[in-house]
């Protein structure tokens, strides 16, 4: 059974600076990963979808890497702002019917 | 272009009722997927339908069924309410009709409360 594990839980950083977030997963079989945000009480919102086939996204201020072997891809995001106090959520497809496989999330907050 | 809806937002029932909540997708997406977020466990995957067809289900109770119609939007219905069903469903929608390699777009969600 996939499992999805999300490092750290909880993260503040000054605004301006480069951060990074983590993500792992055990079956390293995925058909692709996406990273999303929700905002307290909101749905999700989509932020980078990445390929199996493929080892980074890019949008933006944001960075999405993929390293399918060994079960990990980071979100990087450049110079954080306040409007970027989150949770970010990944999530993995792994081809079949079992829809989207999340972990629990990083809780953002960017000190304005 | 509208995005996923859902509706109500939220939702108030006690213990044993039924609940019903609906969802829309964007238009000419096929696929409708519902999640369940409930405090503490992180978003699990529920149903899965396509093309008006159950494809999957969640590890989840028979007491949580649903159904798409010829619109493509999707119904969920939970039976037999319990304290544990109190969470915040969400919808989301792709165009792919097998499940995979699209972006899933999600709804803004459904917060039942069960009292």
């Known amino acids: 059974k996939q499992e999805v594990t999300q490092i750290p839980a909880a993260l503040s950083v000054p605004e301006g600076e480069n951060l990074v977030l983590n993500c792992s997963f055990t079956?390293?079989?995925?058909?692709?990963l996406q990273w999303f945000r929700q905002d307290p009480g909101k749905g999700l919102t989509s932020l980078l979808l990445?390929?199996?086939?493929?080892r980074e996204q890019t949008s933006g201020r944001l960075n999405a890497s993929l390293d399918k072997s060994s079960g990990r891809s980071t979100l990087y995001i450049a110079a954080s702002q306040p409007g970027d106090s989150a949770t970010y959520l990944c999530?993995?497809?792994?081809?079949?019917?079992?829809?989207?496989?999340f972990g629990k999330g990083t809780h953002l907050i960017i000190q304005p | 272009e509208a995005g996923v809806t859902q509706s109500p937002t939220h939702l108030i029932k006690t213990r044993g009722q039924q609940a019903t909540l609906r969802c829309s997708p964007i238009?000419?997406?096929?696929?409708v997927y519902w999640y369940q977020q409930a405090l503490g466990l992180g978003l699990q995957f529920l149903l899965w339908?396509?093309?008006?067809?159950?494809?999957n289900r969640g590890n989840f109770p028979p007491r949580f069924s649903g159904r798409q119609f010829p619109n493509y939007s999707s119904e969920l219905n939970v039976n037999a309410l319990e304290l544990e069903d109190s969470a915040l469903y969400l919808c989301?929608?792709?165009?792919?009709?097998?499940?995979?390699?699209?972006?899933?777009?999600f709804g803004p969600g459904t917060r039942l409360l069960v009292l």
């Open positions: 238009s000419g997406h096929t696929s």
């Open positions: 989301a929608s792709s165009s792919s009709g097998d499940g995979v390699g699209e972006t899933q777009y």
């Open positions: 999530a993995v497809h792994g081809g079949g019917a079992d829809g989207l496989t």
């Open positions: 079956d390293s079989a995925i058909y692709n």
């Open positions: 339908y396509d093309e008006g067809e159950e494809r």
């Open positions: 990445i390929q199996s086939s493929q």
